[in-house]
């Protein structure tokens, strides 16, 4: 069992499955939207992916023109979980705090978008566009 929260703790879910693999987003938006290099997501079928608590505090913004929305906490503004396509939800990976121990990034997606100071240092799979895993 695969347990998240978000920096408030208003918002918490599990996950009935084993996780192992990240992707990593390097896009422009995704850096935009964290300030970072990227979000870090685990993805999961919606059938494994449960609400503990805060479903109310979780709110959402698609990017107008653009095939990108992001889901947060209306509190504390942790990026949360949210629709991948109709069958799988991301989970932004550093959200998990019981679980996680497999986890290692196996797909970096974007790449050819990455931050000039964004150093990819570990074995995942790099591809420059998107990729569908
Ligand atoms: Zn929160
Ligand atoms: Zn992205």
């Known amino acids: ?3 998240g929260e978000c920096n408030c703790g208003a918002v918490a879910f599990e996950i009935s499955a084993d996780l192992s693999g990240v992707f990593v987003c390097h896009c422009s938006i995704c850096q935009r939207s964290t300030g970072s290099n990227g979000i870090a997501v685990v993805i999961v079928d ?3 992916f449960r609400w503990l608590r805060g479903q109310e505090q979780v709110t959402s913004w698609k990017k107008p023109d653009a095939d990108w929305q992001t889901w947060f906490c209306r509190v504390c503004g942790s990026p949360l979980p949210g629709a991948n396509d109709k069958t799988r939800m ?3 990976a550093g959200l998990i705090s019981d679980g996680g121990e497999a986890l290692r990034v196996i797909h970096h997606v974007w790449v ?3 931050a000039v100071w964004d150093e990819i240092g570990d074995s995942g799979q790099q591809h420059s566009e998107a990729f569908e895993g």
Do not use: L
């Open 112 to 114: 050819g978008s990455k």
């Open 90 to 92: 991301f989970v932004p």
């Open 1 to 3: 069992m695969v347990r």
């Open 46 to 48: 919606n059938n494994v």
